[in-house]
C-alpha cells in the first residue's frame, strides 16, 4: 500500500506539472493572440472577438497553473479534503475548456461577424453604390465578392480596388479570385487550431489528474485505516 501510494503520489506530481506547462503555452498563446491584432484592424473593428478570447486564454491559463500549485500542496500535506477539491476543480476547468474549445470550433466552422453580413448583403443589392464593409476585408484578407471574384460579373458591377493586389486592378493577374467567406474562415481555422490542439491535450490530462487524485486519496485512507486498525 505504501508504494502504491508513492507511486499514485510521482504519476499526479508529473501530471500536475504537465498541466502546469500547458497553463503557461496557453497564457503564451492568449498574449500572442492579442499582439498578433494590429492597430489597424482594431481602429477599423476587425478584432471579431480576439481580444475577449485571448483575455479568457490568459485568465484560464493562470488558474490552471494555480491550480496545479494547489495540487501539489494538497499532495504535500497528505490531506484528503485538499485533494478532494484538486480532483474537483479539474472536473470544473475540464468542463470550462471543452465549452470552450466547442464554441470555438463551431465559430471557426459556421460564425460570420455581422460586418462582413453586411458586406454580403451590400453586394447582392443592385442599388449599393460605393464602399462597403465587404471592402475592407478584401483588402485585409486579400479576397473579393462572397464566394468569388465572380461574384461582381455575375451581378454587372466591376471588382472594386480593393479586389486587387496594391488597389491597382490595372494587372488582371492582380485580381484575387477566392471569396471572402471562405478566407475568413480559413483565418478564424489558423487562429484557433493551436488553442485546439493544447485544449484537447490539457483536457486528458486534467482527466487523467482527476481520477488519480480519486485513487490516491482512497490509497490514503486505506493506508491510514490500516495503520489505526494495527495500532
Known amino acids: 500500500m505504501y508504494c502504491s501510494t508513492r507511486l499514485l503520489r510521482y504519476v499526479l506530481c508529473v501530471i500536475s506539472g504537465i498541466c502546469a506547462l500547458g497553463g503557461c503555452l496557453l497564457i503564451w498563446y492568449g498574449a500572442w493572440l492579442l499582439e498578433s491584432l494590429s492597430e489597424e484592424h482594431r481602429i477599423m473593428g476587425l478584432d471579431h472577438g480576439e481580444d475577449l478570447a485571448a483575455s479568457l486564454c490568459i485568465l484560464l491559463g493562470t488558474v490552471i497553473i494555480v491550480a496545479s500549485i494547489f495540487g501539489s500542496v494538497a499532495m504535500a500535506k497528505d490531506s484528503k479534503t485538499l485533494l478532494i477539491c484538486y480532483a474537483v476543480l479539474l472536473v470544473l476547468l475540464l468542463i470550462v475548456q471543452f465549452v470552450m474549445v466547442s464554441i470555438s470550433y463551431a465559430a471557426s466552422r459556421e460564425s460570420l461577424p455581422d460586418s462582413l453580413r453586411q458586406g454580403f448583403d451590400d453586394l447582392w443589392d443592385l442599388q449599393h453604390d460605393g464602399n462597403s464593409t465587404l471592402n475592407t476585408y478584401e483588402a485585409w484578407l486579400h479576397c473579393c465578392g462572397r464566394n468569388s471574384a465572380e461574384d461582381y460579373l455575375h451581378l454587372d458591377k466591376m471588382p472594386p480596388p480593393s ?31 493551436n488553442f485546439h490542439t493544447l485544449s484537447w491535450f490539457l483536457i486528458l490530462f486534467e482527466f487523467a489528474g482527476s481520477v488519480t487524485t480519486c485513487y490516491l486519496v482512497d490509497s490514503i485512507r486505506n493506508h491510514r485505516d490500516r495503520i489505526r486498525f494495527y495500532n
Open 163 to 193: 479586389c486587387c493586389l496594391d488597389q491597382d486592378c490595372s494587372n488582371i493577374l492582380g485580381l484575387f479570385m477566392d471569396g471572402c467567406e471562405n478566407k475568413f474562415k480559413e483565418y478564424v481555422s489558423g487562429k484557433t487550431a
